[in-house]
């Protein structure tokens, strides 16, 4: 048998949830403008005390689906809303297709029109690809290329677990700006500090 799917919305990103009785589990897809990005079962949490259909349990196998994603390499991350403060909650899902309106009547502020950006004083350069901690967003390598990123990202001493590669685009969507982890990685383009020459 199987309990009703529940959709959810994360950025531009549709996650579809459906209970699988016979599984005990959940089966998530998520997908953008119709093209599937990722696909699997995800188990719940036993100790959570939510029924196992819902809404809230829907939500959290929703954001615990972007989590799995994005540890996958679907590149999710580029397109999902992060929650303000991070956390358990990481991602922020919602249950209908457009973001709520702000209660102000403020508007997001226009996006720079510059391909370069400053931090610290300093033009930084423009790369496509970025790689980030993922709880802060500052930025510790740049490349040409997703896969010259990911190398970086590997290759860096933090941690890869704890970074993840953006396009700009992403970066700015999820933490606001771009931020440098410091003006020697921003002029190298990499994480490494480098010997002058």
Known sequence: MIARMATRHSGSLKINVVYHDGHGAYRASISRKGKNLWAG???PAYASRLAVDSPEAYDAIARSALSF???????????????????????????????????????????????????????????????????????HAGAETRNDAEDMRHDLPTPAADLQTLTREGVRRKFGRISWASVATMRNGYGKRRGRK
């Open 69 to 139: 994603a994005e540890s996958d390499g679907a590149g999710v991350g580029d397109y999902a809303d992060v929650a303000p403060g991070g956390g358990p909650e990481f991602w922020h899902v919602r249950r209908s297709e457009k973001p709520a309106a702000r209660s102000n009547g403020a508007r997001r502020p226009a996006a720079k029109k510059s391909r370069a950006s400053r931090s610290n004083g300093v033009r930084s350069p423009s790369y496509p690809y970025l790689v980030v901690e993922r709880m802060t967003g500052r930025v």
């Open 41 to 43: 079962w995800v188990n």
